[in-house]
């Protein structure tokens, strides 16, 4: 399976904007890939996901319109572009992955999740 290494974190001013990388390890064409976070005393977070073959897309509503995922086939490489960031979107940030089956699977921020990146420290300051 493949491992995932996060970068791309770091400190910006409310309104600001990031954005985050995960690279695969090897190829994560039948797979799907998301993006979850982390702040301390909460629980984790689902972000958003892709169906890496399919394209398709899913949002949380909590970042829905600003937070946009993308990815690079040809660099085993999904993003995570933050825009308006607030200080509430502060936390550790991790990518996420599970094989599937066919392009059409809906991936979802589920329980399916299987294999995680160390993740990223992003900061929100006001």
């Known amino acids: 399976q493949v491992q995932l290494v996060e970068s791309g974190g770091g400190s910006v001013q409310a309104g600001g904007s990031l954005r985050l990388s995960c690279a695969a390890s090897?190829?994560?064409?039948?797979?799907?890939m998301g993006w979850f976070r982390q702040a301390p005393g909460k629980e984790r977070e689902g972000l958003g996901s892709i169906n890496v073959r399919g394209g398709r897309t899913y949002y949380a509503d909590s970042v829905k319109g600003r937070f946009t995922i993308s990815q690079d086939n040809a660099k085993n490489t999904l993003y995570l572009q933050m825009n308006s960031l607030e200080p509430g979107d502060s936390a550790m940030y991790y990518c996420?992955?599970?094989?599937?089956?066919?392009?059409?699977?809906?991936?979802?921020?589920?329980?399916?999740?299987?294999?995680w990146g160390q993740g990223t420290q992003v900061t929100v300051s006001s």
């Open positions: 090897g190829s994560t064409y039948s797979y799907c």
């Open positions: 996420a992955a599970f094989p599937t089956w066919g392009p059409h699977v809906f991936c979802g921020i589920g329980d399916n999740w299987s294999i």
